[in-house]
């Protein structure tokens, strides 16, 4: 299929770009990426939660769509967790030499596009919005479930998964003086509970709960959000990431009108911004 790219007006106008969590469905959020480089749209501002901060940094990093799924397609869970005795938290080091050996071992602020990975300080209990510092332990942190991983020490903090309290951030990149943002749930379905009283299915289904609430400010702060349909796949398994990458471009495709009309619009003057800062909850800002 042929592509005309539409005519974007860049002069003032801000757009973020904000890639929520779900385990292995966020195959999804690289059939998004697929479609935004075929129209040339190019974001100001890029930041996730869990496996929305992973693909977001390689993202920020400037890779390409076709360069990302190079990548994930060698991907494998065990790859990523990377421990193997049962019911024992992993260590996070499958993700960050995943980051090191295809990134560098690099800081946040190296990236090309400004960039924000999303977690959760168990010292503190603070929602920590990272900026800066090393990329790897970062994302790390933002990826790591409970129970899963263990914490990740990143300075005086216990970086756990961000989606403990911001599953969609699609309010960052406000903070940070986006005028709009494009949000995607790779996980809409993720509200449903269980019958069995096992470890690892009460705290899944507890960090379903969890999620669930919290992904309502994302809703709320995105100016076009994006929900693929990812239910019929496993959030542990890779299996199918061909067809949750198109689940990711179909969805992206269908609403690409709404998202160039973003691109075009006028940017929000100084005022409303403030406004719209004092009203957001606001985590630590690292």
């Not at 966020?26 to 040339?40: Q, V």
């Not at 190019?42 to 076709?66: I, P, Q, R």
């Amino acid at each position: 299929m042929k592509f005309v790219r539409p005519l974007i007006n860049r002069k003032k106008v801000k757009v973020g770009l904000a890639l929520g969590g779900g385990g292995a469905r966020g195959f999804a959020h690289l059939g998004a990426i697929k479609a935004f480089e075929e129209f040339g749209l190019k974001f100001d501002y890029v930041c996730g939660t869990s496996v929305g901060s992973l693909v977001g940094a390689f993202y920020a990093a400037g890779h390409s769509y076709e360069e990302i799924f190079k990548v994930a397609r060698e991907l494998d869970i065990k790859d990523i967790k990377t421990g193997r005795i049962a019911f024992i938290p992993s260590k996070t080091e499958g993700i960050e030499n995943l980051l090191i050996e295809n990134l560098g071992d690099i800081g946040i602020e190296e990236l090309s596009i400004p960039f924000s990975s999303i977690a959760v300080d168990l010292v503190t209990t603070n929602e920590i919005c990272i900026t800066r510092g090393n990329l790897a332990k970062a994302v790390a942190g933002s990826c790591c479930v409970p129970g899963f991983f263990q914490p990740v020490q990143f300075d005086n903090m216990h970086l756990c998964d961000g989606g403990l309290k911001n599953t969609l951030p699609a309010d960052i990149p406000k903070l940070f003086d986006c005028d709009y943002v494009v949000g995607i749930d790779v996980n809409k379905s993720r509200l449903y509970g269980t019958e069995s009283t096992k470890l690892f299915d009460v705290i899944s289904c507890s960090i379903r709960i969890l999620m669930q609430s919290n992904v309502l400010k994302g809703y709320l702060c995105s100016n076009v959000l994006l929900k693929p349909e990812t239910k019929r796949f496993k959030s542990t398994k890779t299996e199918g990431f061909l067809d949750m990458i198109e689940e990711g471009y179909r969805e992206a495709i269908d609403n690409m009108p709404k998202i160039i009309k973003l691109f075009n619009s006028k940017a929000i003057n100084r005022h409303k911004k403030s406004k719209l800062k004092e009203q957001l909850e606001k985590p630590f800002i690292y």
